[in-house]
Nanobody, 127 residues
Framework: QVQVVESGGGLVQAGGSLRLSCSASGRTVSSAVIAWFRQNLGQERELVASITSGGLVYYVDVVKGRFTISRDNSKNTVNLHMNNLKPEDTAVYYC?????????????????????WGQGTQVTVSS
């Protein structure tokens, strides 16, 4: 089994920054895709960013230029640097891992691709 733990959430004013961290342990596969999702009350869970073991990244349009995802494959850790935060970024942020490599971008965008999830960390951005 794989264990996933997120950290770094908190309360920040609009325009501020936060760094979220994700640590994976257990029977992890080095080639797995790691992604950040977020979900606010009354809304669907959405993909924010993902990164493959080879460094291919994806960002949802509304965070492009503000968020940066990075990965340390040797430590099975991923960071999400969030800058110029907006109230619309308020959500519970979840880190998720696939079982292994995912060949197509379409599949990397699908929530069904991700099998291992953390408990989530709350990010609140005040206006």
């Amino acid at each position: 089994q794989v264990q996933v733990v997120e950290s770094g959430g908190g309360l920040v004013q609009a325009g501020g920054s936060l760094r979220l961290s994700c640590s994976a342990s257990g029977r992890t596969v080095s080639s797995a895709v790691i992604a950040w999702f977020r979900q606010n009350l009354g809304q669907e869970r959405e993909l924010v960013a993902s990164i493959t073991s080879g460094g291919l990244v994806y960002y949802v349009d509304v965070v492009k230029g503000r968020f940066t995802i990075s990965r340390d494959n040797s430590k099975n850790t991923v960071n999400l640097h969030m800058n110029n935060l907006k109230p619309e970024d308020t959500a519970v942020y979840y880190c998720a891992l696939s079982k292994g490599p995912v060949a197509s971008l379409r599949n990397r965008l699908s929530i069904k691709t991700y099998d291992y999830w953390g408990q989530g960390t709350q990010v609140t951005v005040s206006s």
